[in-house]
């Protein structure tokens, strides 16, 4: 359809009376000509002219640009900043600000700011200048060593004197075709909401096979490349919640190909500690310490009893700790043992990938998807361990009045 003269007429008086009305809004913006102006015109017609008129009068280009109300970062959760802009501009829905927020992250035009409720101290050296380096290595090689080891070590301090709940989440796979994304979603939100709730990660969040089978692998319907870009959006669903992260034998795949951790630039913006092996973390929750040693995997894992390996650590390491977490054989387990006259807690956090074919062929079952929650108390030592997340989260609730 050609637009008449009668459509010209009518649109260039109209569009500067009702344009701002209406939002640029086509659709509205047609409707309200039929009605007032073109009754025998159909829907279709009038918003093809409408369409055609833009285009020669260069009107589109008037339209504003609604995502210039994203800030380069924010302080706070994606949700919080869509509900904030959707005050300021009702047009457009607080979901469709999330989706506008997570293309600006992507772009790398904006970005999170994390708002810390608590006080991290990563127990490391300042970085040196390289001559400061050359100098202190030329003194003793042992204090370069002490150095290395010491980036495995860190202390928070949680503020306030609440019960806190620790999660702790291994084996996503995230990309895999047997990967339980949705039951992942749903804990990552449950986290988030629910106060004085945190989240440890014990590595393997992506499926990433470039090292089996790198070909392929760029070709797969979920190729590493997206796989990353959607470790980014799992990691944003936590919020500034998420106390610290080890990397998995999956994640560490690309930096040894590539000589580039994804992972440790991911967490960098979350503001979380991360290390690529090992984290043992000294807690303060009020005047308690709680000390909790995390690996992705290790040696002397034995699929008759899973809990035995984080055991073993304790007895070979220096690590006194008072829970121990090993991911990587997506078998999870929560277990008491007593060291030192003390309980402490094995933990194997399990996988959210429900099947592996080597495993079905050599005889395991599927598992199911599982994040245990920890609760560390303010007043004296007492850790409460549960297998599943939702128990573990109701209980922290209870625990510090929270009404769920």
């Not at 706070?76 to 457009?92: D, F, T």
């Not at 607080?94 to 992250?105: L, P, Q």
């Not at 290595?137 to 609440?162: F, H, L, P």
């Not at 799992?234 to 690309?254: C, E, K, P, Q, R």
């Amino acid at each position: 359809m050609s637009s008449s003269p009668t459509y010209e007429k009518v649109f260039n008086e109209e569009w500067s009376r009702y344009a701002t009305q209406f939002d640029y809004h086509r659709t509205n913006f047609a409707k309200w000509l039929i009605e007032n102006h073109f009754p025998n015109k159909s829907l279709q017609a009038v918003r093809k002219a409408l369409s055609l008129h833009e285009h020669r009068t260069g009107f589109e280009k008037m339209k504003p640009d609604h995502n210039k109300l994203i800030p380069a970062e924010f302080e706070g959760s994606i949700r919080e900043l869509a509900v904030r802009l959707h005050k300021q501009e009702p047009s457009i829905s607080v979901s469709m600000w999330e989706n506008r927020i997570g293309r600006a992250k992507l772009n790398g035009v904006f970005r999170i700011k994390p708002r810390l409720d608590r006080e991290v101290i990563q127990l490391h050296a300042v970085s040196e200048n390289p001559e400061e380096l050359w100098a202190r290595v030329e003194k003793t090689t042992a204090e370069a060593i002490i150095r290395n080891e010491g980036s495995r070590w860190a202390q928070i301090n949680m503020k306030g004197d609440r019960h806190i709940g620790i999660a702790f989440a291994s084996d996503q796979h995230i990309g895999n075709a047997y990967t339980d994304h949705a039951r992942m979603r749903e804990d990552a939100e449950m986290i988030r909401n629910t106060p004085n709730c945190y989240v440890i990660h014990a590595g393997d969040f992506i499926d990433n096979f470039v090292i089996d089978k790198p070909r392929p692998a760029m070709k797969a319907q979920i190729p590493p490349g997206l796989q990353w870009k959607l470790c980014s959006h799992y990691l944003s669903m936590f919020g500034d919640d998420i106390l610290a992260v080890v990397a998995g034998n999956h994640d560490l795949w690309t930096k040894g190909m590539t000589d580039y951790d994804p992972l440790a630039a991911q967490v960098k913006e979350t503001g979380a500690l991360y290390h690529a092996h090992e984290l043992n973390l000294r807690i303060r929750v009020g005047q308690v310490f709680y000390h909790i040693s995390v690996r992705h995997k290790r040696r002397g894992n034995s699929s008759l009893n899973p809990a035995r390996v984080v055991k073993k650590m304790w007895e070979d390491g220096e690590h006194d700790f008072d829970i121990g977490v090993v991911g990587h054989h997506h078998t999870p387990v929560i277990e008491p043992f007593t060291r030192h006259g003390l309980e402490r807690w094995a933990i194997r956090p399990g996988a959210y990938k429900m099947i592996d074919s080597f495993s079905e062929m050599i005889g395991f079952q599927a598992e199911r998807a599982t994040c245990p929650l920890a609760i560390l108390s303010p007043d004296s030592r007492s850790i409460q361990v549960f297998s599943d997340l939702r128990d573990g989260v109701r209980t922290l609730n209870v625990l510090n009045g929270v009404n769920s």
